[in-house]
């Protein structure tokens, strides 16, 4: 619905929430969520330049941490919602039923902005 203040968030994990009235504080209420990119690879910390030293500690697991991440494109007024990230993969979802609807193998890690 057009006349419904909706967001979309990911998360390194893979996981993607949509959220109603995000912006009245209190009253945000998740609407859906599910996991749109699991198994999201990790990087050994010894693999990464020193640009890894500013990464929150907290986010570091067992001498590793999360390859960048998850980035979206969605379309409020269709329903659907495009997810790609460090799998090669892009997705096509159905927002409305968290469906999978097509996947398109780009063969390659593709994290964009």
């Known amino acids: 619905d057009l006349h419904i203040s909706l967001l979309v968030?990911?998360?390194?994990?893979g996981a993607v929430r949509v959220w109603k009235n995000p912006h009245l504080e209190g009253k945000e209420t998740l609407v859906t969520a599910w996991a749109a990119a699991p198994g999201m690879r990790r990087v050994s910390t010894r693999q990464r330049s020193r640009s890894s030293s500013s990464v929150n500690p907290s986010l570091r697991v067992a001498g590793s941490m999360p390859l960048p991440g998850l980035v979206l494109d969605w379309n409020q007024a269709?329903?659907?919602?495009?997810?790609?990230?460090?799998s090669g993969v892009v997705?096509?979802?159905s927002v409305n039923s968290e469906q999978l609807s097509r996947e398109i193998n780009v063969g390659r890690d593709i994290i964009s902005s």
């Open 9 to 13: 968030t990911a998360s390194d994990d």
């Open 78 to 86: 269709c329903g659907r919602l495009a997810t790609a990230g460090n």
């Open 91 to 93: 997705k096509l979802w």
